[in-house]
């Protein structure tokens, strides 16, 4: 089976410009979850979704911060515009259901210069 | 809210021995999971191994197993006859399964650079 799918795998751009992340959860799961990873805070969740509806966007650090799920077989996540401080690595996961394992994707590598 | 710690920054340990890396945990909850993800320099995150807390058995599989330790909130995986695939960043992870803001999130330790030495 395919796991988590995620593209770009790394992603340079300049500060300002728009950049937009794309993930393919595992068939059949309810659940996709966005994370970041940096050094300074570790990792972190941004957003989740079941069944293509953002339940909980407590961790979206500000307005720049997007994501939808127009169906059940992706998402974007984009930051509009973008910041040196959003330099980080970028996890989509999915699951099942809520209280499951998460499985997650290889992850992109986003620098902002 | 819930809190994980990993107090072993690095470690390092020679290809076929045993390793242990350390876990705990802050939480007033007595109903949650705990991971232990692993991480290697493709930066993927692969799940390594979980453990419900209402099983008193402490889980394994294959080289990899945990000691559970609910009542000290410890959660310890140790890595038998370690191998170079093993050299990564192991994350261990608390989700809420009781309820309140956490419930079913994942809330990570901020990891351990295990590596294998030949």
């Known amino acids: 089976d395919a796991g988590v799918i995620q593209s770009p795998r790394h992603e340079v751009t300049e500060m300002g410009q728009e950049v937009t992340l794309r993930c393919k959860p595992i068939?059949?799961?309810?659940?996709l979850f966005w994370y970041r990873q940096t050094m300074m805070r570790g990792l972190e969740l941004l957003i989740y979704?079941?069944?293509?509806?953002?339940?909980?966007d407590s961790g979206m650090p500000e307005d720049r911060f997007s994501a939808k799920m127009p169906n059940a077989s992706f998402s974007t996540l984009k930051i509009q515009p973008s910041e040196p401080r959003d330099s980080a690595v970028y996890f989509c996961?999915?699951?099942?259901?809520?209280?499951?394992?998460?499985?997650f994707g290889p992850g992109t590598r986003l620098l902002v210069l | 809210a819930q809190t994980v710690t990993q107090s072993q920054p690095e470690m390092s340990v020679q290809e076929a021995e045993t390793v242990t890396l350390s876990c705990t945990y802050d939480?007033?909850?007595?109903?949650?999971?705990l991971f232990w993800y692993k991480q290697p320099p493709s930066r993927q995150m692969i799940l390594v191994i979980r453990?419900?807390?209402?099983?008193?058995q402490n889980a394994t599989e294959n080289r990899f197993s945990v000691n559970f330790q609910k009542a000290a909130k410890s959660f310890s995986l140790k890595i038998s006859d370690s191998q170079l695939g093993d050299t990564a960043m192991y994350f261990c992870?608390?989700?809420?399964?009781?309820?309140?803001?956490?419930?079913?999130?994942?809330?990570f330790g901020q990891g351990t650079i295990l590596t294998v030495h030949p």
């Open positions: 996961a999915s699951s099942l259901v809520l209280l499951e394992t998460q499985y």
């Open positions: 068939s059949g799961h309810d659940y």
């Open positions: 979704f079941n069944n293509n509806v953002p339940i909980d």
């Open positions: 939480t007033s909850e007595s109903n949650y999971y």
């Open positions: 453990q419900e807390a209402y099983k008193q």
């Open positions: 992870a608390f989700m809420n399964h009781a309820g309140g803001t956490s419930y079913g999130k994942l809330t």
